[in-house]
C-alpha cells in the first residue's frame, strides 16, 4: 500500500516535470527573419542590438553606422510587436549630434525604457549617456541625460532594473591611478541620477536584478561577480571578486536573473589554438544563488571545467570539434521565460583550425544550469554570418532574439526573429 | 588521444632539450652572459596604447585609455600617427590609428568582405608575428598580410574614407604563381618590407621571397632548408624558417635585407644588389639551444633563445633589434656585437600602464620589437601582456 502511494506519488509529480522539460522539434518555436531598419543612414551598417521588453512591446536598440575614424555611428531604437511586427520601421534615432556612439543597451522599469550608451561625439574621450523613451517610441529626453561625463574614458555601460528603477553601471578610467573602476548609478523612470558608487566591478560589467539584489558579472582572465543593492552599493564585496569561472580567454559574459532564485551566467570556453592545447570550444553556463555564491552542486564538474575537458559536460551548452569544424565562441544572450532560461550563442566554424568563420546562433533551454533540450536548437543557420544575439522576454514564453547578419559584401543589418517556448 | 602526443612531444623534446642546456653549462660551457649596452641606463618606457585594467572590447579614444588591444603589429606613419593591427587569428582583426595627440580611432575592419571596398566593411585579418604592417610614404598606403590571406593588401585613405584594396594575390585563393598582381597567387605570406621607392619584398610560405615591382610580382629566392646555414648566392642560401618567426626587415638602403632565420639560430643579410647572403650574427645551433642567449661579439659569442624570431632596422640608432621570442628583454646588434638595451629577466611586476619607466624595470614575454619611428622610438609587443609599449632614450625625449 505504501509502496503504491510513493509509485502514484511518483507518477503525479513527475507529470508537470516531464511537460516542462519535453524535448523535441517543438521545444523553441523559431520564427521567421525580419529586419528592423532596411534603409537607414548608416548605410548598411548595423552593430551592437540589444533588447528590452516593457508594456507590450520589445524595443531593440543598435548602433547605426560605422563607428571607426572616418565613419558617424549614432544609437537608434525601434519597438516591434511581441509577434515580431516593427512598429517603427523607419527607427527612431535616440540622440542628436556628430560623432561616435557605441554599445547601447536597454532596460524597462515603471513606464519608459531606459537606453545607454557610450559616446564619442566630444572626440577626445567616452562619457556614458541615456535617454529614455516612452513604450509608444516618444523619445523623453532629447537632450540625452549624462550618466558619467567626467575626464578620462567611461565606457561599457550596462542597465537593468528592479521593475521601479534602473541601475546603470559602467567602467571609467582614474587618471591618476592609470586604471579603470567600476562604478554604478540609480537612475529613476523620471529622469533623476542618482549618486555613482564604485563596485570594484570591472571590466565591463553585465548586470541582472534578481528579486532583492542585482548582480554584477565582469572580469578579464576570469568572470567574477559582485553583489550590488539598489544602488549600486556592494552588498559582499571582495578584493578579488566572487569567482564564477576562472581561465577564460577574452570572457563576454551574458547573466539573466531567475526570479527569487538567483541568476544564470554564460561563458564561452576556449578559443581555437593550432595544436589544441587549450581544449575544445564550448558554451557553458553557472548558476549563482541568491546569497551570490556559485551553485554548489556544480562543484563536482569545475575541475573538469578547468583541466581542458574534451568532452561536453553536464553544464555545457555547446561544445566545439575541429574535426567537426564547429567552435561556441563570442558573448551569448539569456533571458528568463517564466519557466526556464532561453540560451542563445553563436557557433562559429573553423577553417586552418585556428580561423573562425560562418557562424550561426543556436539557442536551448536551460533549468538551473543544465540544457533542457537535447540538441540545441538552430535559430539562424545559412551561407551569411549571424552573431553577436541578444534576447528578450514577455515572461509568458513569448521572447525576441535579434543579432546582426554579416552579408558576403561586408553590410551588417540588425536583424531579428520571434522565439516561442509555450 | 591529442593531448597525449602533445606530451609526448613536449617530454620528448622540450624537456630533454633544457636538460642538455642544464648540462651544457654545467658542462664547462661559459653561462648565458648579458652585456648591456652603453646607452641602456639613458632609456625608459611608456605605455603606449592599451591598458591592463581595460578588458576585452575595443575601445576608443586616449591611447593609454582603450581596451580589446591583443598582441599589436605596429607601423608609424610619416605623419607621426601609428597604424596598429589588432586581434588575433580566430576571429575578425581591426586596424586602428593613434595620432600624434595619442587619440586611438579604428579604422578597418569587423566585416566580413574580402573584396576592394570601405575599410568599414572590410574583413582585416593582419599577422602579429612577422613584420605584417608597413606605412609607405611613397603612395601613403597601409600594406598588411597575414599567413591566413594569401594576398598583399593595402589601406589608404581618399577624400576621407578609408578603402581597402587587393594588389598581389588572391585572398580567397592560395597557390604559387607570379605575374602581374591580380594573376598571382600566394600560400602563407609570413612578412612584408616596402623600399623607399614603394618595391614590396614579401617572405611567403617560409622559403619564398617574393617581389612586388610595378604591380608584377616575381619570385626572388626560394630557400632550401637543411640543418645549417648557408651562405652564398641567393639560390644556393639556406634558411630555417618557422611559423613562429617569418621576420624580414629592409636595413640601411633598399638594398639591404635583414632575416630572422629562426632555426638556424641567426641573422641572415641579404645584399638584393648583388643577391647573396650572409650571416651576422648567432653562434651555431648546437651551442645555442634553450636558455642560451647571450649577448657578446656577433658570430663567436651572440646567441638567440630558442632561435632569432625577429628583426627589425633602427635607422636613428643604425642597429639591428633582434632576438628570440622568449628572452625577456631586448637587444641590438650594432658594430658586430649584440647588446642587452632594454628589459631583464626575473619575476617582478613593473608598472606596466606607467610612463617613463626605466627601461631596466621592463618585463615583456614572448616579446618582440615591432617598429622604429623617425624619432627612434622603440615599439614593443609581447604576447604574455597585451597592448603596446614605446621606448625611447631620455635625451631624445618622448
Sequence with gaps: ????????????????????????????????????????????????????????????????????????????????????????????????????????????????????????????????????????????????VAIAAGPGTQALPDVASDGD??????????????????????????????????????????????????????????????KLDRDGRPINPSKWGHEVVRNVRQPKPAITGVPERGWLVMVHRSVPDYWGWGGPGGMRCYFVTPEGELDPSLAPHLKQDRAGNWGRLPHWLDVGNRDTTTWPWGRPACAWDGRHVVAVWTRHHVEKKVMLTNSDLFATRVAGWTPVDKEAIPVAKDATEEQNPAVASAGNGHLLCIYEKHAPDGSVFVTGRVLRTR | MRQFVCRFLLSSLLIPAVVKSAEAQEGGDPPPEIVLDETAPMWQVNR??????????????????????????????????????????????????????????????????LSDGPASRAKILVGTRGNSLVYSSSDESLYYIHTMIPAVRRLYQREGRWLVETIAGDPNRTGDADGPGDEALFTEPMSIAVTSTGTIY???????????????????????????????????????????????????????????????????KIDLKRGTVITIAGVPREHACFNRHSDGSALTRASFNSGCAYVKWDGVHEALWCGGPDEHRFRWLKDGKLTTVIGRRGNRKWPLDELGVPAADVQLVWSNVAAVDADGGVYLVAASTWGVWRAYMKKEGQ
Design chain 1, 165 to 226: 528603477k534602473f541601475l546603470v553601471v559602467w567602467q571609467s578610467f582614474d587618471r591618476d591611478a592609470s586604471a579603470y573602476k567600476g562604478f554604478a548609478a540609480r537612475m529613476t523612470p523620471t529622469g533623476d541620477v542618482g549618486e555613482a558608487m564604485e563596485t570594484g566591478a570591472l571590466p565591463q560589467p553585465r548586470i541582472a536584478w534578481c528579486g532583492d539584489a542585482y548582480l554584477a558579472v565582469y572580469g578579464d582572465g576570469r568572470v567574477t561577480s559582485v
Design chain 2, 48 to 113: 603606449f596604447a592599451g591598458n591592463s585594467t581595460a578588458g576585452p572590447v575595443l575601445l576608443q579614444g586616449p591611447a593609454r585609455e582603450v581596451g580589446g588591444l591583443t598582441r599589436c603589429a605596429v607601423a608609424p606613419a610619416s605623419d607621426g600617427s601609428v597604424f596598429l593591427g589588432t586581434g588575433r587569428k580566430w576571429a575578425h582583426n581591426r586596424i586602428v590609428r593613434v595620432t600624434p595627440d595619442g587619440q586611438l580611432r579604428l579604422i578597418a575592419g569587423g566585416g566580413s568582405s
Design chain 2, 202 to 268: 614579401v617572405l611567403d610560405d617560409q622559403r619564398h621571397l617574393r617581389k612586388i615591382e610595378d604591380g608584377h610580382v616575381t619570385t626572388v629566392a626560394r630557400f632550401p632548408g637543411g640543418p645549417k646555414p648557408v651562405d652564398g648566392p641567393l639560390e644556393d642560401a639556406s634558411m630555417a624558417i618557422t611559423d613562429m618567426s617569418g621576420h624580414i626587415t629592409l636595413g640601411e638602403n633598399d638594398d639591404t635585407l635583414y632575416v630572422a632565420d629562426h632555426w638556424h639560430f641567426a641573422v641572415r
Design chain 1, 1 to 144: 500500500m505504501i509502496r503504491s502511494s510513493i509509485l502514484i506519488a511518483v507518477i503525479v509529480l513527475s507529470v508537470p516535470l516531464t511537460v516542462g522539460s519535453a524535448t523535441g522539434d517543438n521545444a523553441i518555436q523559431v520564427g521567421p527573419e525580419f529586419r528592423l531598419f532596411e534603409d537607414g543612414p548608416g548605410k548598411g551598417i548595423q552593430r551592437s542590438p540589444h533588447v528590452a521588453f516593457g508594456d507590450g512591446v520589445y524595443l531593440v536598440v543598435w548602433q547605426e553606422g560605422w563607428h571607426g575614424e572616418d565613419g558617424n555611428a549614432r544609437i537608434y531604437a525601434a519597438r516591434v510587436s511581441p509577434d515580431g511586427k516593427v512598429l517603427s520601421p523607419g527607427g527612431i534615432q535616440v540622440a542628436a549630434g556628430a560623432g561616435v556612439q557605441e554599445h547601447p543597451r536597454v532596460a524597462f522599469a515603471g513606464d519608459v525604457f531606459l537606453v545607454v550608451w557610450q559616446d564619442l561625439s566630444g572626440g577626445k574621450d567616452a562619457d556614458v549617456l541615456a535617454a529614455r523613451l516612452s513604450p509608444s517610441g516618444k523619445l523623453l529626453d532629447t537632450k540625452p
